[in-house]
């Protein structure tokens, strides 16, 4: 069996291009961006971030990968 039968390709974001990653993760780990606006905005909040630079640092992650996906960002709420 290949990683796709058990694993999702995702690449994760960091404002610096060059610190992006690519990693394999377990499917049930995963939700994708823009299929649910209640997911997304919890998300986006970040209420579990440790930090407001982490708070930050999630939501210019959010932004990008709503701007390469072609997804239209939520607003603050």
Request: charged residues 20%.
């Given at each position: 069996?290949?990683?796709?039968?058990?694993?999702?390709?995702?690449?994760?974001?960091d404002p610096n291009?060059?610190?992006?990653?690519?990693?394999?993760?377990?499917?049930?780990?995963?939700?994708?961006?823009?299929?649910?606006?209640?997911v997304d905005r919890?998300?986006?909040?970040?209420?579990n971030a440790k930090?407001?630079?982490?708070?930050?640092?999630?939501?210019?992650?959010?932004?990008?990968?709503?701007?390469?996906?072609?997804?239209?960002?939520?607003?603050?709420?």
């Amino acid at each position: 069996m290949s990683h796709a039968e058990h694993a999702v390709l995702v690449l994760f974001y960091d404002p610096n291009p060059a610190a992006r990653s690519w990693k394999w993760v377990a499917p049930a780990q995963v939700c994708r961006l823009g299929t649910d606006a209640a997911v997304d905005r919890m998300l986006y909040r970040a209420r579990n971030a440790k930090s407001a630079g982490i708070v930050k640092r999630l939501r210019l992650a959010y932004a990008e990968a709503c701007s390469s996906a072609g997804i239209e960002p939520l607003a603050p709420s």
